[in-house]
């Protein structure tokens, strides 16, 4: 339970940060750290109540999971609405990432559209070993 989120089955804060600090033994570079916040999500909570917002974050954290599911990237729910990604470049990119809500998300009996904000640092072979290193000096 340290490292699970119960409501969305991802990993959670404590277990993304935890694979960040070793990311070359996790994903081959170049690679990409998205952070992914559902805009208005206060919004849903508010409206449609608490367990239609849970619903949708489940939701969410589902299509994550299809999407990505057999691929190398690691997922989490690091905070209340906001999720961590970690994998290649090729599929963790703003194309790939916007790509996923084109349909809307199913919280109950609501079809909800959704819209992210993101966030992606991408790291390469080079700083790898430049890191790599200086660890070692």
Do not use: M
């Not at 409501?7 to 170049?30: H, M, Y």
């Not at 690679?31 to 109540?49: H, M, S, T």
Request: with cysteine; charged share 20%.
């Amino acid at each position: 339970l340290a490292y699970h989120d119960e409501l969305t089955e991802l990993g959670n804060r404590s277990w993304f940060i935890k694979q960040l600090d070793a990311p070359a033994t996790r994903v081959r570079a170049p690679y990409a750290v998205a952070i992914l916040d559902l805009c208005r999500f206060a919004d849903v909570n508010d409206g449609l109540g608490y367990e239609v917002g849970n619903t949708l974050l489940h939701s969410f954290a589902r299509r994550l999971q299809l999407h990505f599911g057999g691929s190398e990237t690691l997922l989490a729910r690091l905070g209340n609405d906001v999720f961590g990604v970690l994998g290649p470049i090729s599929d963790v990119n703003p194309d790939q990432l916007f790509n996923l809500l084109h349909a809307p998300l199913q919280a109950h009996q609501h079809s909800i559209p959704v819209q992210i904000a993101i966030g992606i640092r991408t790291v390469s072979d080079e700083y790898l070993a430049w890191v790599e290193g200086n660890q070692e000096s």
